[in-house]
């Protein structure tokens, strides 16, 4: 069984970090990109960043960007996303998803990538 599992959320105050984990089971992802998405109460889902699968080409939202990174440690069969300087507005709960790009550096994630985690909830708060 294909799987996804997220980690790494919690509570943390304003201007704290987080390494959020996306953890493969049943597959590797050596050939996958993974995107990070998040959803916050009373707002549609929304794409944070994302990662091709040699990891060489990455993409984040313009309200993440200098703040998040993301990352793939293949070897792990895990990918990260470092969240630092948080804000409030970064409250919601984070997805991972994966799609087979084939190799393409073009790639780019989208709503309808075919494997879903079941988030984790992250908390900016003081």
């Known amino acids: 069984q294909l799987q996804l599992v997220e980690s790494g959320g919690g509570l943390v105050q304003p201007g704290g970090s987080l390494r959020l984990s996306c953890a493969a089971s049943?597959?590797?992802?050596?050939?996958?990109?993974i995107g990070w998405f998040r959803q916050a109460p009373g707002k549609e889902r929304e794409g944070v960043s994302c990662i091709n699968s040699s990891g060489g080409t990455t993409n984040y939202a313009d309200s993440v960007k200098g703040r998040f990174t993301i990352f793939r440690d293949n070897a792990k069969n895990t990918v990260y996303l470092q969240m630092n300087s948080l804000k409030p507005d970064d409250t919601a709960v984070y997805y991972c998803a994966a799609e087979d790009d084939y190799g393409s550096t073009w790639y780019r994630c989208r709503d309808g990538m075919p494997y879903w985690g079941k988030g984790t909830l992250v908390t900016v708060s003081s």
């Open positions: 049943g597959f590797t992802l050596d050939y996958y990109a």
